[in-house]
């Protein structure tokens, strides 16, 4: 297994369209987690999956984001009408336990919006 | 709500000499404390990690301790080496992890 992947790993697009990422966790892990981290920030937490289900999402998750993992494996997040705001880089991390095991990240989707 | 705090922003040494970064967290239910680097345009990786139940840790070059009592805890880097330089987080967990605001490193050969 070589980590957890995400595509693409840059995204530039127009204010007001949507895009979707994807994001492959590490085989068997079943918790998987999104990120959004900005320039000279740590990643603030989003949303986040254990297996299929949606257990939590963050106020910063605004209602043109949305998330899903439909088969408890891979997952996407997609942004409606995006907006300058959204220009950040997305990361996802997956771990085989609970909130005190360790998270894996990937690489990070990095999104600007024009 | 939960917060970590992260001293200093930015650190720069001289190849050799050691590195010190702090945190607080907010939390006092949080008993997991991850750190990660974080390269330029890469995600971040763990580098080591500590829990409530354990003061100090170690490995290799890289230490961290825990105060829960002060909800205190840092990294110590001895020895830095170039390839060190990057961008550092602490983290403070419980339901769901909480990072730092980072602190880039640079090491000087």
């Known amino acids: 297994d070589t980590g957890v992947s995400q595509d693409p790993r840059h995204k530039i697009t127009k204010r007001g369209q949507n895009v979707t990422f994807r994001c492959d966790p590490i085989s068997e892990h079943n918790r998987l987690y999104w990120y959004r981290q900005t320039l000279g920030q740590g990643p603030e937490f989003l949303t986040y999956f254990q297996n299929e289900a949606q257990l939590e999402k963050s106020r910063l998750l605004s209602d043109r984001f949305s998330a899903e993992r439909p088969k408890g494996s891979f997952s996407t997040l997609e942004i409606q009408r995006t907006e300058q705001g959204d220009s950040a880089m997305y990361l996802c991390a997956s771990t085989g336990g609970g909130s005190t095991d360790t998270q894996y990240f990937g690489p990070g989707t990095r999104l600007t919006v024009l | 709500g939960e917060n970590v705090e992260q001293h200093p922003s930015t650190l720069s040494v001289q190849e050799g000499d050691s590195a010190v970064i702090k945190c607080t967290y907010s939390?006092?239910?949080?008993?997991?404390f991850p750190w990660y680097k974080q390269e330029l345009g890469k995600g971040p990786q763990l580098i080591i990690d500590i829990r409530s139940n354990v003061g100090e840790k170690k490995d290799q070059r890289i230490a961290v301790t825990l105060n829960k009592t002060a909800k205190h805890f840092s990294l110590h880097i001895t020895e830095t080496q170039p390839e060190d330089s990057a961008v550092y987080f602490c983290?403070?967990?419980?339901?769901?992890?909480?990072f730092g605001p980072g602190t880039s490193l640079s090491v000087i050969p």
């Open positions: 939390d006092s239910a949080s008993n997991y």
């Open positions: 983290a403070a967990s419980y339901d769901k992890v909480i």
